[in-house]
């Protein structure tokens, strides 16, 4: 189609014959390259949509650290809550086994002293 479309084109603008043998191999030429152009585009198209998919699953994996970091700071800072708590308890009980203990003390002294 093109050789055709090539000659007539040339018949018509009473191109010499010489002159269109010179036209027609960088006609064919340009056609070769525009022709490996499109196969580079196919082809980066496809290295494209691979690497869609690939930053795709990617994301998909970031989403899923982002909510399993999450879920381990609310855990962290339950773990840290009940830890005061334990502490604040753990005080408290030590105030109330020293005061035991110096009762316990004093009972023993007052019971010393009045014998």
Do not use: W
Request: contains cysteine.
């Amino acid at each position: 189609k093109r050789e055709t479309a090539i000659c007539v084109a040339c018949a018509a603008a009473s191109v010499p014959a010489g002159k269109m043998i010179r036209l027609y191999p960088q006609a064919v030429q340009r056609e070769k390259d525009i022709q490996e152009l499109r196969e580079q585009l196919q082809q980066r198209q496809v290295q494209n949509q691979e690497q869609v998919s690939k930053l795709t699953e990617a994301a998909v994996h970031i989403d899923d650290l982002h909510r399993q970091l999450q879920t381990s700071e609310q855990e962290q800072d339950e773990l840290l809550y009940e830890h005061g708590q334990a502490c604040e308890i753990t005080h408290g009980l030590r105030k109330t086994t020293d005061s035991a203990f110096k009762v316990r003390s004093d009972l023993t002294d007052q019971l010393l002293n009045s014998q």
